[in-house]
């Protein structure tokens, strides 16, 4: 079985939500989590807030990140252990950030620490 990063994008992530709004959206999230790890396929996940960031690039130079300007933003990700990328997909399609008009869920394997794929 390999893993699978699902890799959280959301358009205008820097957009705030009410509280109320972030409440439900924490429990479908944990809903979807508690059934993928119910499963046994959970291996580990965070959210990627904005606060602290900064992008480094070519030739040492540092910027503050993600940029405004930028429409898309990763918010978090997620490690699952899936037997096809077509089984972590289907673990992406319940995702509850697809709730959101132009939102995407990225599905990369993540290769093995021996080098291999």
């Not at 109320?20 to 809903?31: G, R, Y």
């Amino acid at each position: 079985m390999d893993e699978y990063m699902l890799i959280l994008r959301h358009q205008d992530g820097k957009k705030i939500a009410s509280p109320e709004q972030m409440q439900i959206w924490m429990k479908q999230t944990m809903d979807w989590i508690g059934g993928i790890a119910a499963q046994g396929k959970f291996v580990e996940g965070n959210g990627l807030p904005f606060e602290d960031s900064k992008v480094v690039w070519h030739q040492g130079v540092v910027t503050d990140g993600p940029f405004g300007e930028i429409k898309e933003t990763i918010g978090g990700y997620m490690v699952v252990k899936a037997g096809s990328v077509e089984e972590a997909v289907e673990f992406a399609k319940g995702c509850p950030v697809l709730q959101g008009d132009g939102n995407s869920v990225e599905v990369r394997k993540v290769a093995k620490g021996d080098g291999t794929h």
